[in-house]
């Protein structure tokens, strides 16, 4: 058995880095385009189509919203119940970074505290204060009753009792969770018999090392789930194979308009999206003009909708 997740004292921090499937965008309205990336990224996710649409509000940037997308998913279902602080997620995704805004909500619902604490626990942390600290330093912000931290003696005691650092752990993550003295969870520990057994007497929920925790991904070839040990696992198994994904769109961006990878990497480190460079061939195709000339006026802000206009009369 491992270190119960739902209530370790420092919880880990989620690295979560994910792209999502590349998503058609036609030349055309740019208002449809943001539809149909909202339409795909809400399938691939489970997130509803407003949904999506508001974390691009919020966020402005659709590069952004899809490395994030599963990460916003797992956020918004930790608040689903909290109305108040589902609406407020959103203003903290335009201020803060995904992975950090998801580490403070999880950490906030393992023990129990208010979620209009994440404000403040994220400007502490974007002052340069180290997560875990700011975590850890959060919990004095929760009132107890009976539980209080186990000093170096004590924990010294109950190894020499036969306890293993394991069993310490377990039982300090209950005795927070309960809001119960550590020494009763031993003493309840020492009448069962096994960890399962005290987690069933106190409807305290162990996370074992053996489960697995599935991710499903709309592909283009239908439904795909990915199953993995761990949530940041399973992401990580999915932006590789999305990656394979992007790569294989890239070569045929390439092959379609006679493009070279080195041209295509060109375009890419001056800031445009593949979806950019495919939509400025096809018009060059269609116009005479060169892709060259197309992408600077993309790049100084014009939709495709106006430059498409400006060349087509």
Sequence with gaps: MRLPKRNSIIIAICLIALSAAAAAWAVG?????????????????????NTVLELYDAIGDWDTVRQNIFVYKKML??????????????????????????????????NGLDFTLAGDLLAEQAKGTEMELVLSNALSMKDFNFYKPADKALVRSWIYSGFTPQDILNADSIA??????ISKVFEVKTQLGTWEEVGNQLAYEFVYADDTVTLNIKRAGGNQTIAAENY????????AEVDKEKEKIEQEVCRKYNLSITQLGKYKADGFSVWDVQNAARLAEQSGASMDEILQERKAGKSWEEIINSYSG
């Design 29 to 49: 309205n740019d208002k449809s385009a943001d539809n149909q990336l909202a339409i795909d990224l809400a399938a691939m996710s489970g997130l509803s189509k």
């Design 77 to 110: 279902d930790t608040l689903e119940k909290d109305q108040a602080a589902y609406k407020e997620a959103f203003g903290l995704i335009a201020k803060y970074k995904a992975e950090d805004i998801l580490a403070v909500y999880e950490f906030l619902a393992a």
């Design 176 to 181: 927070r969770a309960k809001d119960m003295d």
């Design 232 to 239: 940041e696992a399973a992401v990580k198994i999915a932006n």
